[in-house]
């Protein structure tokens, strides 16, 4: 046995993972798991994997990296057969993964800065990841990601460039920007690019990509340069997922968001405005404390109201250390269930946006069996296999509440 990742997460640390594979390709009998700190759950999974592995796999250096050993690393150094523990910076530098890196804990707060690595590769994935932007300059009070990830820092075009270029020529046609809040890009930068102004620099340096996709976007950052390439360029996607967390003025403002209810509608309404027929979707806390019965309505009145097909919700989780942590705490099982609604508020917009699209040819990128996803990143069915990571046409024909039915057109 060689190299083996365990991945939990935001795709930012899929990136993150496949450059750790590169790097520790010479190493032997080991388990990388790289931990994410968004929630407890995230955690609890990932020490669960941790331990499972410590009792089937004896002989296996376990190195924990990630958010979550970066914040607390003594924590994760504790469980059994841990052999080291890096933090997010170091997990990326060559020298730790030489064969006489050590053991134990590493310096968890060392550099800070971020460098560019050349990935060719994402095993078993038909679109490609690549890191813009790390950290975040905002204090959300429920969040304890600026802690894992530091303060916000870019990385330049050219770089960037470079990276998409590799993965084009290795055959990818979709790559996905990712990083911990991509909207604000470019401070610190020569000239301080916004992210759309970087975007349509990229897409003219690499003529050769096919389609470009954004991970989540704070809807309270999308420069100018950003919504004319929505309403003009064809190879940035037509999906757009927005880092909205809550449809209520009072909880936007207790979570110290950018944004209000109205501040993100307008966002909805000029999106489809500017580019019809435009997927949308949002991340939404659940039981944020002090959420009563009448503020969470608010919030699904707007998953409503918006019709957003693409939701990821989750219960409110207390990250010890963070202003929410410390407020009036909305109990567990209401949290749990009012999660469950706007979920399934969620697959009901799911359905009709689906259903909108019999009929349509939409471009797909196919994946593992008979699966893909469109330019709006619907999932779909094909009736038939085909070769994973090409660009395909294909006539829907049906739909589900979770997907779309086509075939090759």
């Known amino acids: ?18 450059v750790m594979r590169g790097l520790a ?14 929630t407890a759950e995230a955690e609890r999974q990932a020490r669960q994997a941790i331990r499972k592995l410590a009792r089937e796999r004896p002989s296996a250096r376990i190195v924990v990296t990630g958010c979550a050993a970066q914040i607390d690393p003594a924590t994760w150094a504790a469980l059994p057969n841990v052999h080291r523990v890096l933090g997010n910076a170091d997990k990326l530098n060559p020298a730790n993964w030489a064969p006489d890196a050590g053991s134990a804990v590493s310096d968890i707060m060392a550099a800070r800065e971020t460098a560019a690595h050349l990935v060719t590769e994402f095993a078993s994935r038909a679109r490609a990841f690549v890191q813009v932007q790390q ?4 204090r959300c009070t429920f969040c304890i990601i600026p802690f894992g990830r530091g303060p916000n820092r870019s990385v330049p075009i050219g770089a960037i460039a470079d990276q998409v270029r590799t993965l084009v020529a290795a055959g990818y046609q979709e790559v996905v920007l990712t990083g911990v809040d991509i909207a ?15 975007i349509r620099r990229l897409l003219a340096a690499v003529p050769e990509l096919a389609r470009l996709r954004l991970s989540s976007i704070d809807p309270a950052a999308i420069d100018d340069d950003l919504w004319r390439l929505i309403a003009e360029e064809p190879r940035l996607m037509p999906h757009l997922h927005l880092s909205l ?9 207790r979570m110290r968001r950018r944004h209000n209810r109205a501040g993100a509608m307008d966002v909805v309404h000029r999106a489809r405005t500017l580019r019809p027929g435009i997927a949308l979707g949002a991340d939404l806390i659940a039981g944020f404390p002090t959420e009563t019965d009448a503020l969470f309505n608010e919030t699904l009145r707007f998953v409503q109201e918006a019709a957003l097909p693409y939701l990821h919700v989750f219960p409110y989780s207390e990250r010890p250390g963070t202003p929410a942590a410390r407020m009036p705490a909305v109990p567990k099982p209401v949290r749990k269930d009012r999660a469950a609604t706007l979920r399934a508020a969620g697959t009901v917009e799911a359905g009709r946006f689906f259903t909108a699209q019999i009929g349509r040819t939409v471009s797909l990128l196919t994946e593992a069996g008979q699966s893909g996803h469109s330019e709006h990143f619907a999932p779909v069915r094909l009736a038939h296999p085909a070769t ?3 660009l395909i046409a294909a006539r829907v024909t049906g739909a589900t509440p979770e997907t779309l039915l086509a075939e090759a057109a």
């Open 184 to 198: 604000s890009y470019g401070p610190g930068l020569p000239g301080a690019p916004s992210l759309g102004q970087m």
């Open 1 to 18: 046995m060689t190299l083996d990742i365990l991945t939990f997460g935001c795709r930012l640390n899929t990136y993150e993972s496949e």
């Open 388 to 390: 994973a990571g090409r």
């Open 245 to 253: 967390q809550a449809g209520s003025d009072l909880i936007l403002k």
């Open 25 to 38: 390709a010479t190493t032997v009998n080991t388990v990388i798991v790289n931990t994410c700190a968004v």
């Open 135 to 138: 950290g975040c300059d905002h």
